[in-house]
């Protein structure tokens, strides 16, 4: 998931870890300083429109290194949120450093999420502008619900529950709508759909130079 917001927040602010709040916490997480880039895919690839494998062996060398390059990735594109699709990987799990509605940051990784909405009678719906890496360039309004729920667990087995509120509720169902092979382009009308099309084939090259700047700087 793409992002609106400033990533040279204080490192000082609100912020919860796997869903727990901490005093402090660096602008660049450990993961990402350990992290090596990895190529986003982008929508059209086949990985991006097939359901995930579950995760079943957790606790490996292996799993840590895919969060950790990860983590580097979406910080390189200044994204939200990032599924492991989207960098080729076919497995159910997903990164996040988003910020809610409520000046709170949240940041972490789930595996084998399983989102929980609102009941239809209470939920509520917000019109709200949403991008993704894997389109880059593009934006466009979805509808999503301003509360979500996501139960999984972290990379060494112990289950999560994460909490989400606003625009972190949103990157949420964003993300989880990948694992099972969807981009918010499927939410969208085949008019809208078309547009965002447009609007990644218009500036995709200046994306991608953004991201090479970034990822010069940090020597990657």
Known sequence: MSVRHDRSRPADRRVHVQGQPVNSY?????????????????????????????????????????????????????????????????????????????????????????????????????????????VPGAAMAVPRTDRAVVRGFDKDGNPLVIEGRGYFARCLQHETDHLFGHTYLDRLSKRDRKDALRQMSDRRDDVFAQRAIKAARLGR
């Open 26 to 134: 660096p602008a660049l997480p450990p993961e990402a300083e350990r992290g090596s880039m990895r190529r986003i895919t982008v929508v059209g690839e086949e990985v991006l429109s097939r359901a995930c494998r579950a995760v079943t062996e957790f606790g490996t060398p292996e799993l840590s290194a895919l969060i950790d390059d990860m983590f580097l990735t979406m910080y390189v594109a200044d994204g939200a949120g990032l599924a492991a699709n989207q960098v080729g990987v076919d497995l159910r799990l997903f990164v996040y450093d988003c910020p809610d509605d409520y000046g709170v940051r949240h940041v972490g990784h789930v595996i084998n999420p399983v989102l929980e909405l609102p009941d239809p009678g209470s939920r509520r719906l917000v019109d709200e502008f949403e991008g993704c890496l894997s």
